[in-house]
């Protein structure tokens, strides 16, 4: 959706170009006032969240997390969202998702690089999440009492650290944006766990809406390994 918005704009400002700049802009201004309306897209909700956007994220997420999970007492979540390291072209030319729109993969795909704050979803609606800084659980493997790890790791992740906060959780969790379909009955989002092992899985979860409520529909589990 975002991505046909651009097309469009690029379309319109090259015939405007040999126009005199006034009515160019003119027309450009008419083009933003009668496409801005109808676009709600994850670049809107930073700027603007309603609280339908607020509530559907919560549910995706929710959904999400006990689907994947379902051992997690607590989920330690990173405060910001982050981008899928996976290529979700190839997870379409091989449908791996069964179901995905089109249009559902472009915009996660416009959006995957944008960092948001999930503060405003998890805290305090959501019983049973913590929203931390993983920073504070990483130390330079140059430092004097850093844990071993990977050699090709900078800083290693402190286990005994994260287990004293958080006893009871196998590591934190990373979110990616959510993207959406064109009339909000479609999300793409992605979500992966990190501890000190060298390798892990990343869950690209598709989610369909069922009336106020959000149900995944399908999933791919993209498997890495340092």
Same mark, same amino acid.
């Given at each position: 959706?975002?991505?046909?918005?651009?097309?469009?704009?690029?379309?319109?400002?090259?015939?405007?170009?040999?126009?005199?700049?006034?009515?160019?802009?003119?027309?450009?201004?008419?083009?933003?006032?009668?496409?801005?309306?109808?676009?709600?897209?994850?670049?809107?909700?930073?700027?603007?969240?309603?609280?339908?956007?607020?509530?559907?994220?919560?549910?995706?997420? /929710?959904?999400?997390?006990?689907?994947?999970?379902?051992?997690?007492?607590?989920?330690?979540?990173?405060?910001?969202?982050?981008?899928?390291?996976?290529?979700?072209?190839?997870?379409?030319?091989?449908?791996?998702?069964?179901?995905?729109?089109?249009?559902?993969?472009?915009?996660?795909?416009?959006?995957?690089?944008?960092?948001?704050?999930?503060?405003?979803?998890?805290?305090?609606?959501?019983?049973?999440?913590?929203?931390?800084?993983?920073?504070?659980?990483?130390?330079?493997?140059?430092?004097?009492?850093?844990?071993?790890?990977?050699?090709?790791?900078?800083?290693?992740?402190?286990?005994?650290?994260?287990?004293?906060?958080?006893?009871?959780?196998?590591?934190?969790?990373?979110?990616?944006?959510?993207?959406?379909?064109?009339?909000?009955?479609?999300?793409?989002?992605?979500?992966?766990?990190?501890?000190?092992?060298?390798?892990?899985?990343?869950?690209?979860?598709?989610?369909?809406?069922?009336?106020?409520?959000?149900?995944? /529909?399908?999933?791919?589990?993209?498997?890495?390994?340092?």
């Amino acid at each position: 959706m975002y991505l046909d918005y651009l097309n469009k704009y690029r379309k319109v400002w090259q015939h405007t170009r040999s126009l005199p700049e006034p009515l160019a802009g003119f027309l450009i201004l008419l083009l933003l006032a009668a496409c801005s309306p109808s676009i709600r897209t994850w670049r809107d909700f930073l700027a603007d969240p309603t609280q339908q956007s607020l509530d559907d994220s919560l549910s995706i997420y /929710t959904a999400l997390l006990k689907d994947v999970y379902p051992q997690e007492k607590e989920f330690i979540i990173d405060r910001s969202t982050q981008p899928f390291r996976g290529e979700l072209d190839t997870i379409m030319e091989n449908s791996l998702l069964p179901g995905l729109q089109q249009e559902t993969a472009e915009e996660f795909e416009s959006i995957r690089e944008v960092p948001k704050e999930l503060s405003l979803i998890f805290e305090p609606t959501e019983q049973g999440t913590v929203l931390v800084d993983p920073a504070e659980f990483y130390i330079a493997r140059s430092d004097r009492g850093a844990p071993d790890c990977h050699w090709m790791m900078m800083k290693c992740f402190d286990k005994i650290k994260f287990n004293s906060y958080y006893p009871g959780s196998f590591g934190y969790i990373q979110l990616s944006n959510i993207a959406f379909n064109a009339n909000h009955t479609q999300a793409l989002t992605t979500a992966e766990m990190h501890n000190e092992t060298t390798s892990g899985t990343i869950y690209v979860v598709l989610l369909s809406r069922k009336g106020d409520a959000w149900e995944i /529909t399908s999933k791919y589990e993209l498997f890495w390994v340092v």
